[in-house]
């Protein structure tokens, strides 16, 4: 577990930072294209044919262009930023540059290698909107000079195997984690408008407006294949939304100043977003992860601390550096089990899939 930030400071290392791998970095995903071109969404038909009418209409299509006043909010806020304040931007815009072009390139591959019209026509929506999502990010980056080559990562940065079943979980919670996170920043922003540092956050509103559908979309794939989601595959639901819930909770707490500077307690922030996802993820889980527990909460905070103490063993480097880098890894697997034995909260599933996004 590695959350080393180590600066950047030109564009080869916003670069190298984009193709890094680690359990806190945003992956790139391939999965098994013939098991996704077997996929039926005939049960769930009309609210299928809707949502492809939503994706046809794009009512984003105008949304990722500059306004005028953007260069001069740049130009103001941006030589204020404290040297490790804007670290701590730079790696947020990297991390989620990186996990919009993850989306793109997955929806792009299975396009390309399926022949299932449904899932090749969702396919194309939503690797149009993250590639804008992803361009969009990229052009502030450009200006720092720290524009990312999108082509070479793709071509050099490793992709992990997720049969298609583990997509669906973690893509489907990935969408609708991104929509609660940039939802709650923009609704904080909007009342605090002194606090929005950067003009990017003003896009945040109908940005999300895509990565809900793009979630509402997974959720209709997975309620028409009810076998994902009972039996032995609801062990699988619960790590993915442990996985995701800490994965967010420790990169978050490793940049705390960026929450700060917009006035959010990381914390607060954290647990306003798990409850976001909680909630829209009833719509096709039947079993959630108990956030207010205090014991879930000293767990998290628990793994935070491992991770801390990780990150400075591997600075520190040598034999004693990578022994207590050894017992972080087993504290940390022990942390995670005792989290991942903790009872859930069960739910029955609604008759309607749909949810709408009224955050
Ligand atoms: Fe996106
Ligand atoms: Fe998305």
Redesign the pocket.
Known sequence: MSTVISSIESATDANEKAVQSSMLNPRFYTTDFDAMDRINVSSVRQEWDQMMKEYEGDNNHDHFQRDAQFADEVALHMPQLSPEMRQEFLDFLISSLTS?FS?CILYNEIRKHVNNPDIKQLMTYMAR??SR?AGFINQSLRDFGLGIDLGDLKRTKAYTFFKPKYIFYATYLSEKI?YARYITIFRHLEKNPDKRFHPIFRWFER?CN??FR?GESFALIMRANPHLLRGGNLLWIKFFLLAVYATMYVRDHTRPMLHEAMGLNTDEYDYTVFRITTEISKQVFPLSLDTDNPQFRAGLARLFEISKANDAAKLKGGIAGRLTQAVCAVQAFWTFARLYMMDTLEHELPASTRVVPSW
């Open positions: 919009e989306g909107d993250e999502h991104g940005w895509d990565e793009h």
